[in-house]
T-cell receptor, first 112, second 116 residues
């Protein structure tokens, strides 16, 4: 059974800093690895999806990498802004239904 | 186009009552998922629909939970005889082609259920 872990659970940084969020998974036979953002009281917004054949994906100030052999993915946020404050979740599909198994999330606070 | 919508956004009910939660997926998406997000439990999978059929109900926590999907579109999640531990945010997601490595699930805003 796939298990997904995110460290740290919470992170507070001053505006302008570059930061890295970590995600690890136990079963390396994944289809893809997805990163989501969740604002308080809201649903999930898809940020990046890395297919199993890819090593990284970039969108604006976000860069996600994938290392299947070590069971790790990282989300790099460059030049952080207060608007980046949210909970970031990683997830990977498993099972015949491709249902997502989520990590517990990293709550990011960017201080102005 | 329109995203995934869910209603109601908030529901407060008394213990023992039945509730129905609704999900409208993105038009044309054949796959629909229900998840539950509760404090201390994180996000957990409940049920999956491909078209109108539910080949995977493995995540439903008890027989008080049921779901259906009609016309390959709208889905309702029904919780009978609600208990306080059912309090959570119920999220719905849809996707176009779950068999593909590049497939993304798109989430609705969720329904916050509070059982008093």
């Amino acid at each position: 059974k796939q298990e997904v872990t995110q460290i740290p659970a919470a992170l507070s940084v001053p505006e302008g800093e570059n930061l890295v969020l970590n995600c690890s998974f136990t079963d390396s036979a994944i289809y893809n690895l997805q990163w989501f953002r969740q604002d308080p009281g809201k649903g999930l917004t898809s940020l990046l999806l890395i297919q199993s054949s890819q090593r990284e994906q970039t969108s604006g100030r976000l860069n996600a990498s994938l290392d299947k052999s070590s069971g790790r993915s990282t989300l790099y946020i460059a030049a952080s802004q207060p608007g980046d404050s949210a909970t970031y979740l990683c997830a990977t599909p498993s099972g015949s239904a491709r249902q997502l198994t989520f990590g517990s999330g990293t709550q990011l606070t960017v201080l102005p | 186009g329109a995203g995934v919508s869910q209603s109601p956004s908030n529901k407060v009910t008394e213990k023992g009552k039945d509730v129905e939660l609704r999900c409208d997926p993105i038009s044309g998406h054949t796959a629909l998922y229900w998840y539950r997000q509760s404090l201390g439990q994180g996000l957990e999978f409940l049920i999956y629909f491909q078209g109108n059929s539910a080949p995977d109900k493995s995540g439903l926590p008890s027989d008080r939970f049921s779901a259906e999907r009609t016309g390959g579109s709208v889905s309702t999640l029904t919780i009978q005889r609600t208990q306080q531990e059912d309090s959570a945010v119920y999220l719905c997601a849809s996707s176009a082609e779950p068999g593909l490595a590049g497939d993304t699930q798109y989430f609705g805003p969720g329904t916050r259920l509070t059982v008093l």
